[in-house]
């Protein structure tokens, strides 16, 4: 079993920035690829980004590319999702998630086996 928490959001102003942890207990987080998830009031979750296990890849979401980065520290078990120059429309809870997986990042949730409870990030204008 993994145990996922999430930490980090907060409300901000438009082009502030966040940077959000995820930690893992239970397992150690190696081999795991870990992908970063949000969902907005009355909308599906969305593939944000994610990490591959051996760490060379990731893989973003067009709308975050260029303003959100994905790392990870598996000696702290830890994964970051740093998101910088946010916009209202970034607002949502955001949960992380892991799959046990070396080399691929996949985008879609249900792929996953454990997540997260989700931090709330909130952007005004």
């Known amino acids: 079993q993994v145990q996922l928490v999430e930490s980090g959001g907060g409300s901000v102003q438009a082009g502030d920035s966040l940077r959000l942890s995820c930690a893992a207990s239970g397992r150690i987080l190696s081999g795991y690829t870990m992908g970063w998830f949000r969902q907005a009031p009355g909308k599906e979750r969305q593939f944000v980004g994610g990490i591959s296990g051996s760490g060379s890849s990731t893989l973003y979401e067009d709308s975050v590319k260029g303003r959100f980065t994905i790392s990870r520290d598996n000696g702290k078990n830890t994964v970051y999702l740093q998101m910088n120059s946010l916009k209202p429309e970034d607002t949502a809870v955001y949960y992380c998630?892991?799959?046990?997986?070396?080399?691929?990042?996949?985008?879609?949730?249900?792929?996953?086996?454990?997540g997260g409870q989700g931090t709330q990030v909130t952007v005004s204008s």
């Open positions: 998630a892991a799959v046990r997986s070396w080399s691929r990042v996949v985008d879609s949730y249900y792929q996953y086996d454990y």
